[in-house]
């Protein structure tokens, strides 16, 4: 999907900038705290619904402002132009796509995007959720079952959760059992599959930027010996003491080992950020080839904590993902990327094109 016009209106220190970027390489150059990642921040919000710099979308509108809107023109690859936009206020936010109201998962099909930034590290040093977000947006993409299966599970786990804390009998815990159940199960199936196909290309990356062999082993929520239904049955009483169900593909865990270690153990920070970097792409080469789609990629401030061989490496792997690429930078030539570009200057709130 290749993005053809960027609107931001009232988005952090952007008061308004249009953009219309090189389908394959966009460089965002700019002092620090010009607005440069704001740009990034406007692509991914309307690629994800959310932002990667703040838990609270009111906090990405612009100072003394009520609202902020984005707007988006994507297009694939000889198809059909889509319009998408995102309007967000203190208490709510709009989605739109082709004129329509949509929800973020609307956004997250239109628009498929990826980022690395300067906290990627957290992939791999952070805790289970961020691996299990990371997993589930290839698992989107590329497992239509899991787009049915995914909020069903959480209507249901929410319920149970809700009868949990208000101390309600067995049976009316149970009572949310079998469509938790029922979607829990295709939620696992779709993430194993999906992981299955796409482990050679996320070991054949993280070896590129690396040189370390890489492996993964994904873990259910619950115990390897039990069927879900019964792991269930056997967490109720810790269930009701902690006021949640414990068991279940929101427990689930992505493992990471580089060299037969731990990666969060056996790397240090910098090659932490290459092997999450890795992940990343490796999982952005597998949804393009499985998809048969272009996605877009963000890449913020890209040389912190790497070296020149490193940052090359990383480089390498970005321009042969074949994706539309936008990456921050204090001055263009900084990066050493070869080819063909469009670069952007961020100044003081305002956008420019340099070339």
Known sequence: MCLLELRIERLRCLDAATLEPDPRLNVIAGANGAGKTTVLEAIYL????????????????????????????????????????????????????????????????????????????????????????????????????????????????????????????????????????????????????????????????????????????????????????????????RDRAMGSTQVGPHRAELLVSVDSHPARHRLSRGQQKLCAAALVLGQGRFVRKAMNRELTLLVDEPAAELDSDHLGRLFDAIQTLGAQVFITALEPDALGISGESRVFHVERGEVGILV
């Open 46 to 237: 309307l690629g994800r619904g959310r932002s990667f710099r703040a838990p609270r979308l009111s906090a990405v509108i612009q100072t003394g402002q009520d609202r902020a809107n984005l707007f988006a023109r994507v297009q694939e690859e000889g198809a059909t132009e889509h319009r998408v936009g995102l309007a967000i206020e203190r208490s709510r936010s709009e989605v739109r796509v082709d004129g329509s109201a949509g929800t973020s998962a609307d956004l997250v099909g239109a628009l498929p995007v990826q980022l690395i930034d300067p906290q990627i590290h957290e992939l791999i040093q952070g805790g289970p959720g961020e691996r299990r977000r990371f997993l589930d947006w290839g698992v989107f993409h590329v497992k239509h079952e899991f787009r049915l299966a995914w909020p069903r599970f959480r209507r249901a786990l929410a319920q149970r959760n809700a009868a949990l804390r208000q101390g309600l009998p067995a049976n009316a815990v149970g009572a949310w059992d079998q469509d938790l159940l029922e979607a829990a199960l295709v939620v696992d199936a779709s993430r194993r599959a999906y992981l299955d196909a796409a482990v050679p290309l996320l070991a054949e990356t993280a070896e590129q930027l690396l040189d370390l062999p890489a492996s993964f082993e994904f873990r259910s929520g619950w115990p390897r010996d039990k069927a879900l239904e019964e792991a269930l049955r056997d967490s109720l009483e």
